[in-house]
């Protein structure tokens, strides 16, 4: 596994205290899963982002809650 790009992800990373969930686009199997609880859980107010990082641009829901994040290969 390669190390994140860590400039790529700070210029990312939100300033709230919000909870962040880094997701490994390139492995993860469970994407779609990840969306609907974080889009659950936002609905009952609790402040979060979820950063999908890939080496390769990808399609992610068009939602505030949602960030991608392209970090070099």
Do not use: W
Not at 27 to 38: D, F, G, H, N
């Amino acid at each position: 596994m390669r190390p994140l790009d860590k400039k790529a992800l700070n210029s990312a990373l939100p300033t709230s205290d919000a909870i962040e969930i880094f997701v490994d686009a390139n492995a993860c199997p469970v994407k779609q899963e990840i969306y609907r609880v974080a889009k659950h859980h936002a609905l009952k107010g609790v402040a979060l982002k979820v950063f999908v990082v890939s080496n390769s641009p990808i399609a992610v829901p068009r939602d505030p809650l949602i960030e991608r994040v392209v970090v070099g290969a």
